[in-house]
C-alpha cells in the first residue's frame, strides 16, 4: 500500500510545528524559573580575602588604617566653584579681579616704580563736643550726696495709689430690657424687668433673663424709670421707650393737672398763714392727688437702658 505523497508532507509539517512549540515551551518555563530564583535571593558577592586573626592587641592595632572620608567627585572643577559651592564658570576670573581690587585699595605697591610705598600716617579726628541744649536747664554738679540719697529713699519709698476712676470700666451703650408681667405702679414704686439679651455691665457679663428693678416717678404722659443696681453692681441707667427713643415710658393720663397741683404744693409748703384753716386742707388735697396717680405696664414692654 502506497502513502500518498501529499499525507507524507503534511505529516512532516505537523510533526515539525509539534517539535518547536514543545522546544519554546521549555526556554520559556527555565527563563521565567531563573527569573524566579533571581528575585527572591540577591547574590552576594564572595570576600577574596578572609579576616586576618592577630596574637595580641599591639599587632591590630599597629595594623590599623587611617579611614578617610570620601565624597562623591564632583562634576564640575573644584576651582569653578565658588566659596557657597556653586559652580560659575568664571569664578578663576572673577577671584583675579578681587584680589587686584583688594591690593589698590590698600594702595601699597606702586607698579611703576616697582616698589612698596609708605602709606600715608592716619590723622585722628578730634572728638567734637556735643553742643548744650539751651531747652534743658543745667543741673549742679555741685549737689551733695545727702541730697541725692534722699531724694533716692523718697523715690524708692512712694507707694502711689491706684484713681479707680482711671481704669477703663465698660458698659454696653444699649441693654436691652422687658417687663416682666402686668404690673401697676405709682411714683417710687419698684417696677420688674428681664434682660433681653446678654449684656457687659461693668465689665461684667450679665446674662440673658436676669431681672432688672427700676424705681418710678412720673412727668406729664411719661412714666420715668431709673436703675441703679444690677446683680449687686452699682449702675446709673435710665429707661427709654423702644418705640419713640424718648425717656421713659408713654401713658395717656391726665397728669398735667396733677403736675400742675404738684406744683401748687410746692408753693403751698412755703405758706403759713395763722387763722386760715382752708390752707391746710387744701395742701392735703394736693398730697392726696400726687399720691393717687398710678399706671399700669404691659408684660413684655421692651425698653432701652442707657448711661445718664
Request: charged share 30%; proline share 5%.
Amino acid at each position: 500500500m502506497k502513502i500518498e505523497k501529499n499525507k507524507l508532507v503534511f505529516g512532516g509539517i505537523l510533526a515539525v510545528v509539534v517539535i518547536f512549540l514543545i522546544s519554546y515551551s521549555f526556554i520559556a518555563l527555565g527563563n521565567d524559573e531563573d527569573d524566579a530564583e533571581n528575585l527572591k535571593q540577591t547574590l552576594v558577592p564572595e570576600l577574596e580575602q578572609e579576616q586576618e586573626d592577630y596574637t595580641s592587641k599591639l599587632d591590630a592595632i599597629n595594623d590599623l588604617k587611617e579611614v578617610r572620608e570620601t565624597n562623591a567627585p564632583s562634576i564640575y572643577d573644584e576651582s569653578l566653584l565658588d566659596s557657597l559651592g556653586y559652580y560659575d564658570p568664571e569664578n578663576a576670573i572673577k577671584e583675579k579681579e578681587r584680589i587686584v581690587d583688594s591690593i589698590y585699595r590698600l594702595g601699597k605697591i606702586d607698579y611703576k616704580e616697582n616698589r612698596y610705598r609708605n602709606a600715608a600716617p592716619k590723622i585722628k579726628a578730634k572728638p567734637i563736643p556735643p553742643k548744650k541744649d539751651s531747652i534743658v536747664p543745667e543741673v549742679d554738679p555741685n549737689i551733695e550726696a545727702k541730697e541725692l540719697g534722699l531724694e533716692h529713699q523718697l523715690f524708692f519709698a512712694s507707694n502711689p495709689l491706684k484713681n479707680e476712676q482711671s481704669t477703663n470700666i465698660k458698659t454696653d451703650n444699649q441693654i436691652y430690657v422687658a417687663v416682666d408681667g402686668n404690673q401697676t405702679v405709682k411714683a417710687d414704686f419698684r417696677l420688674r424687668m428681664r434682660l433681653n439679651k446678654d449684656a457687659i455691665i461693668n465689665n461684667r457679663l450679665i446674662p440673658k433673663n436676669t431681672p432688672v428693678f427700676g424705681f418710678i416717678s412720673f412727668q406729664p404722659n411719661r412714666v420715668l424709670i431709673e436703675i441703679e443696681n444690677i446683680q449687686n453692681t452699682p449702675v446709673n441707667l435710665t429707661a427709654f421707650d423702644y418705640e419713640d427713643g424718648s425717656e421713659g415710658i408713654y401713658v395717656e393720663n391726665s397728669f398735667r393737672a396733677d403736675a400742675r397741683r404738684e406744683i401748687v404744693e410746692d408753693v403751698v409748703n412755703d405758706i403759713n398763714i395763722g387763722g386760715v384753716p382752708q390752707v391746710s386742707g387744701i395742701k392735703q388735697l394736693f398730697q392726696r392727688s400726687n399720691r393717687n396717680v398710678k399706671a399700669t405696664i404691659v408684660n413684655n414692654y421692651k425698653l432701652i437702658l442707657k448711661q445718664e
